[in-house]
């Protein structure tokens, strides 16, 4: 069972927008930075969001993070066939001295 | 290109050991943090371990701690896990990634490590 808390899956239509929540505590979310990846089907992790809101040079605007107190928001608008994939949040734990993340949320475009 | 390409994975038994590899490029690879994570067959991504630049300092996660052991060769631009007493729980894709603050930006396509008899 991770520490960061992720709905195991969502899904929408083309064109919508969805937000995938990422849920800790202060010794994770709240006082350390939040990253997102997206791991299409076979493939490695990729960096979507760093430093809670701020995007790699090559990630569409279509992507945005958000942090508030001890949760993070992935946002994905236009969704789009090709975002079919699984997205985890990461961050440090203090307590833990160590690198987590979520369970990962599976997002279908249906 | 940046680019991370990790070898040495296989089939091992239980107890046995494996060393696995990372070949770091185009990047200034003495000049970050670097890192690796793992994924279970159909599970999450779980980060086993972290080298500082110069390898001075390494972090692990407590269900690897005194099994594995993080290094590196910047002078060969690699960074090493080497993994012993092995469980079948260890199966899983094995992933090394540059971390340059609090994220992993680069990382590189996975070997799959099976520990069965």
């Known amino acids: 069972q991770s520490v960061l808390t992720q709905p195991p899956s969502i899904s929408a239509v083309p064109g919508q927008k969805v937000g995938i929540s990422c849920s800790g505590s202060s010794r994770n979310i709240g006082n350390n930075y939040v990253s997102w990846y997206q791991q299409l089907p076979g493939t490695a992790p990729k960096l979507l969001i760093y430093d809670n809101d701020k995007r790699p040079s090559g990630i569409p605007d279509r992507f945005s993070g958000s942090k508030s107190g001890t949760s993070a928001t992935l946002g994905i608008t236009g969704l789009q066939t090709g975002d079919e994939a699984d997205y985890y949040c990461?961050?440090?734990?203090?307590?833990?001295?160590?690198?987590?993340f979520g369970g990962g949320t599976r997002v279908t475009v249906l | 290109e940046e680019q991370l390409v990790e070898s040495g994975g296989g089939l091992v038994q239980p107890g046995g050991s494996l060393r696995l590899s990372c070949a770091a490029s185009g990047f200034t690879f003495s000049g970050y943090w670097m890192s690796w994570v793992r994924q279970a067959p159909g599970q999450g991504l779980e980060w086993l371990a972290n080298?500082?630049?110069?390898?001075?300092?390494?972090d692990y996660v407590d269900s690897v701690k005194g099994r594995f052991t993080i290094s590196r060769d910047n002078a060969k631009n690699s960074v090493f896990l080497q993994m012993n007493s092995l469980r079948a729980d260890d199966t899983a894709v094995y992933y090394c990634a540059r971390i340059p603050a609090f994220a992993f930006d680069v990382w590189g396509q996975g070997t799959v490590v099976a520990v069965s008899s």
């Open positions: 990461g961050t440090w734990d203090s307590s833990l001295s160590a690198a987590i």
């Open positions: 080298i500082k630049e110069d390898g001075s300092e390494k």
